[in-house]
Every structure is written in structure tokens, then in C-alpha cells.
């Protein structure tokens, strides 16, 4: 099973962008790159999802390396409420498109 | 629109006790559906998953089991509990084409 790398715990300043990195070396070639985050005492919630090209929607950006092999979610503007753990994730085609979930990143933003 | 409905929210059993916790999704037919635990402070683990009526997958062995009985409900279950069993369930459902999983609110299981 392909797995992620993510940093155990990031920080930001409310209203910076914010830049959380995710290292997938073993990706396949059909594994889509997901990202979800979760909030606390609460289910993870979708954040975005990309295969290879750059990925935008209103709440975050995905880039993703032309080799595939890593891959940054980007908040343009963080908030308190962007406070959590973010989970990089590879779903790999099969009929069962498992989400295997890492440790992933927890957030803290500073007012 | 789609939506998934999982209950009780919390829930406090006696070890030895039987468990039966139930997840349904509404507004898709044949989803993917799954059950992850996550214990206090720790990352999300898959337990089963689901392609269809009646097919189950476990991904690890446990004192858990899972069984599909309609398209849209997956239901958890145990026959006796271990105090190792506590943590947040949670079930999650997705569509047969590779886009966003939704996840229900989870249920707080505390095993005394």
C-alpha cells in the first residue's frame, strides 16, 4: 500500500498562507491524492483531491510535483477554524477506493 | 443530496457487553461504505469496508465485525467488548468513482 509522510505539527499566523507538505515516493501511477482534514471531536471533512495537474477550489489550492512523488496543500489565507489535523491520503483504484489514513498534520493558528 | 446518518453519539459499555452501532446513507445507491476507529489522539484506522451487499472486508484483525444487510446501512458490531475496543467510530461512505468520502458525526464509545 502506498504511503504518505506528513510533518507531525505545523503553525501559522492567522490571515498567512499556509503550505503543509506531503511526501508520497511510492505513489502509482492511478493514485489519486486526497486531502482531508479534521476538526476536533468531528468526522474529517474533504478538503481536495488531485491526480496530477494543480488542483483549486474555494478552500484550498493542491500542487502537486510534475513526478508525482509529493504533493502541498495550500490555504491561501488561514483562519482560527483552519485549525486541525490535515490528512494527505492515497486512494488507489481498485473497486474498494480504501482511504488509508496516516497521522497526518495538526495545525495550530495563531490569532 | 446525500447524507449519512450514524448513531447512538456516545455510548458507554460494560466489558463482556455486545455492540451493535449503525451507519445509513441516504440520496446514493451503491456506495462504498466504510468503518474506521480512531483511539484518543491518534490517527484514523480502517476496519472494514464495503463494495456491496453482503461483501465485507476487514482490514484488521479484531474483536469487531461488520455486516451490510441493505445497500445504504452498514452496521458494526461485537458479541463481547474489550476495554480496548473505546474510541471514535466512524462511518464513512463514497461513490464508486474516485471523489470525496463523507463521513458521518462518529460515535464516542467508552468501555468500562
Request: net charge neutral; charged share 15%.
Amino acid at each position: 500500500d502506498a504511503k504518505t509522510t506528513q510533518p507531525n505539527s505545523m503553525e501559522s499566523n492567522e490571515e498567512e498562507p499556509v503550505h503543509l507538505p506531503c511526501n508520497h515516493s511510492t505513489i502509482s501511477g492511478t493514485d489519486y491524492i486526497h486531502w482531508y482534514r479534521q476538526l476536533p471531536s468531528q468526522g474529517p471533512e474533504y478538503v481536495i483531491h488531485g491526480l496530477t495537474s494543480n488542483v483549486n477550489n474555494r478552500m484550498a489550492s493542491l500542487a502537486i510535483a510534475e513526478d508525482r512523488k509529493s504533493s502541498t496543500l495550500i490555504l491561501h489565507r488561514a483562519t482560527l477554524r483552519d485549525a486541525a489535523v490535515y490528512y494527505c491520503i492515497l486512494s488507489w483504484m481498485d473497486s474498494s477506493y480504501k482511504l488509508i489514513f496516516g497521522s497526518g498534520t495538526r495545525l495550530l493558528v495563531r490569532p | 443530496s446525500q447524507t449519512i446518518h450514524q448513531w447512538p453519539a456516545t455510548l458507554v459499555q460494560p466489558v463482556g457487553s455486545p455492540l451493535s452501532l449503525e451507519c445509513t446513507v441516504e440520496g446514493t445507491s451503491n456506495p462504498n461504505l466504510y468503518w474506521y476507529r480512531q483511539a484518543a489522539g491518534r490517527g484514523l484506522q480502517l476496519l472494514f469496508y464495503s463494495v456491496g451487499i453482503g461483501q465485507i472486508s476487514s482490514e484488521v484483525p479484531q474483536n469487531l465485525s461488520a455486516s451490510r444487510p441493505q445497500d445504504r446501512q452498514f452496521i458494526l458490531s461485537s458479541k463481547k467488548l474489550l476495554l480496548s475496543d473505546s474510541g471514535f467510530y466512524l462511518c464513512a461512505w463514497k461513490g464508486v468513482e474516485n471523489t470525496e468520502a463523507f463521513f458521518g458525526q462518529g460515535t464516542r464509545l467508552t468501555v468500562v
